[in-house]
């Protein structure tokens, strides 16, 4: 097997305490009992937060896509990414379906993860979703100012209600996109497929810790919470980072994004030609065909199908009456961006 042809993603569930809704593997044409966990990390060089190996996403030929990656670093992600990043791929993309609300939690930045966690990346995320039930919701951000003292109150006693009624609540349909910055206290609801997109680590501050153990990494409560923003977002503010526009070709997210992660969605036609570089494609609709120079035949894909495109398998067309988001790493030169947004 070469890197320079797309290869085939096959499902990568990573174990989890909360129960998955089904929609995952509906999502993927599996057996729900095949689904055994409602992660499923996709193209993943990223471990589970302190078990080693558990995460990785395996080849065909045995290898972990993390060893092949540093193998062939400019095969996989190209020299303009090699000479900005190394063999650092930058992006963990997963789909995730919970049956019922996550858990309130927030995730550290990068100066954060660094200071503390031996880690250049900290948790940027953004949510995709594919499906939503009627009604569905996710939490994102306070609305007021919270102490920090009262913020220790609520996780010291676990006042769950507190934490969710003091954060936003959104609406989000199929193809809603909403971009978490690193700090921001967040939950998504029950009913909602969403491919996600972050920087790529498993570091998680459980405010609500339900059934999870090291909600504080590690680290102690009076550290781990000073990676969560208490401040108080405006609705204002908050709608920077949502788009409620429903399905569209083009870029998804917001340019602020820019510097952990990229995404589009596009449709297959005679002019769709997807330029080189490292690439996760997750096919949401129809069937068609990746054709290009590498070597082989054109690849057939379809809902559900997930795809590694490597750099080396150069421009690539997409063909056929069907639907992909292309996921890809960090623009190298970009800049993390300031607040207020981020």
Known sequence: MTSSAPLVLVPNYVAQSYPGGGAGARFRGLDRSIATSPEDWIGSVTERFGQSGIGLSMLSDGRSL???????????????HVAAFGDDLGLLVKLLDSSERLVVHA???????????????????????????????VYAAFTRDVGRDELRTWVDEQRVSEMVDNLHVIPVVAGSTVLVPAGLPHAIGDGVLVLELQEPTDFSVMLEQGQFANGD?????DVALDCVDRDGWSAQRLAGLVSEEGSR???????????????????????????????????????????????????????????????GAGPVKCLGDVEVIVCRPPVPGASSPARPLL
């Open 249 to 311: 070709s083009g870029r998804l997210l917001p340019v602020e994004a820019d510097a952990f992660f990229r995404a589009a969605l596009i449709r297959g036609g005679e002019d769709q030609v997807l330029e080189e570089g490292f690439a996760i494609l997750v096919v949401t609709s129809g069937e068609g065909k990746l054709g290009g120079a590498f070597s082989g035949a054109p690849l057939s894909i379809a809902k559900g199908d997930t795809i590694l495109l490597p750099y």
């Open 66 to 80: 993390r060893d092949a990656v540093e193998k062939s670093p400019e095969d996989f992600l190209g020299p303009e």
């Open 217 to 221: 990494l590690g680290l102690g409560w």
């Open 107 to 137: 995730h550290p930045n990068r100066d954060f993860a660094k200071a503390h966690l031996g880690c250049a990346h900290g948790k940027t995320e953004a949510w995709i979703v594919l499906e939503a039930r009627p009604g569905a919701e």
